[in-house]
Nanobody, 122 residues
């Protein structure tokens, strides 16, 4: 079965950096657009970034976060810099069939990871 497993979350001070990774299995990785979303309690899941041939970012993270993928290793990464307390959330990796058709809408995604907590202290 399809599995997406995130890692790399943790506690970091404001201004610091973290690198999240998502390892995929059970799917033809190169056929999927890969994205990161985040969610805080009581709020909807929020788009962060997508890699679908090119890259697209939420305005709130543009210039601070970088998404990248390695098709050979079946991984997608999110390098996060200049972190702010507002970036505190559970971060989820997601896969959408259609390599070149990324989306900002969670409902468009076929598979999700279990999430990894990122906490940024002020």
């Amino acid at each position: 079965q399809v599995q997406l497993v995130e890692s790399g979350g943790g506690l970091v001070q404001a201004g610091g950096s973290l690198r999240l990774s998502c390892a995929a299995s059970g799917l033809t990785f190169s056929s999927y657009a890969m994205a990161w979303f985040r969610q805080v309690p009581g709020k909807d899941r929020e788009f962060v970034a997508v890699e679908s041939g090119g890259t697209n970012y939420a305005d709130s993270v543009k210039g601070r976060f970088t998404i990248s993928r390695d098709n050979a290793k079946k991984t997608v990464n999110l390098q996060m810099g200049s972190l702010e307390p507002e970036d505190t959330a559970v971060y989820y990796c997601a896969a959408k069939i259609g390599r070149l058709y990324g989306s900002r809408w969670p409902n468009d995604y076929n598979y999700w990871g279990q999430g990894t907590q990122v906490t940024v202290s002020s």
